[in-house]
């Protein structure tokens, strides 16, 4: 079991539905971040927020929109996503960087 | 060139192999340095966290950093069934430590 928690584990949607992915971590850590994973790559990082301040990683689309409500809380706002959005979206946190990231097992989306 | 070089795999031994995960890297400011173990359908698991040129062990797992080559590996010993899974270099530079640079991952399987 991983200490940073990821619902649903599964979300399949169509592309006009707004839908939201949600994170918590109870470890006291101040960074907490979203990557987007597709198969056999890598995760790519989409947003960090430290200190619940934000940092956006510019070619990420404005149909995705985090939210920080406190420090141990991160959700991820989906609206009109394409296809090619489906992937397994990580949540992760950390005390302040360059501490290690720990993950979350992600939610499974598809987009039909 | 990437910045992060993995092997990609994938790799097969058979149970209790030594097992020799490697990456090079061509920035010389990342300073530290992570190894993760992925699952299927998991998220990336921290199995080794590292700054120091040398050796790091834990149990069955020693990292390694040679820093004036740009080159880090991650030794299994016995390598058991339950390592199977796609393995991940990651790094991050002293500055700009939010970012996570990672490998590309190598796919691991071992054989009873």
């Known amino acids: 079991d991983t200490e940073v928690t990821q619902t649903p584990k599964h979300l399949v949607m169509g592309m006009t539905n707004k839908k939201s992915l949600k994170c918590e971590q109870h470890m006291g850590h101040r960074a907490m971040y979203w990557y987007k994973q597709k198969a056999k790559k890598p995760p790519e990082l989409m947003f960090v927020y430290s200190y619940e301040k934000l940092s956006i990683n510019e070619s990420v689309p404005s149909r995705f929109s985090p939210e920080c409500p406190n420090s141990s809380l991160l959700n991820l706002h989906l609206h009109a996503l394409q296809p090619e959005d489906s992937a397994l979206y990580l949540c992760a946190s950390s005390q302040e960087p360059p501490q290690p990231q720990h993950f979350g097992d992600g939610t499974r989306l598809s987009i039909l | 060139q990437k910045e992060v070089e993995q092997d990609p795999g994938p790799l097969s031994v058979p149970e209790g192999a030594i097992v020799s995960l490697n990456c090079t890297y061509s920035?010389?400011?990342?300073?530290?340095f992570m190894w993760y173990r992925q699952y299927s359908r998991k998220g990336p698991e921290l199995l080794m966290y590292?700054?120091?040129?040398g050796n790091k062990e834990d149990g069955r797992f020693t990292a390694q950093v040679d820093k004036s080559s740009k080159y880090i590996s991650l030794f299994i010993r016995d390598s058991q069934p339950s390592d199977s899974a796609t393995y991940l270099c990651?790094?991050?530079?002293?500055?700009?430590?939010?970012?996570?640079?990672f490998g590309t991952g190598t796919r691991l399987t071992v054989i009873p």
């Open positions: 590292t700054y120091s040129s």
């Open positions: 920035n010389s400011a990342f300073q530290y």
């Open positions: 990651a790094m991050v530079p002293l500055t700009g430590a939010n970012n996570l640079f």
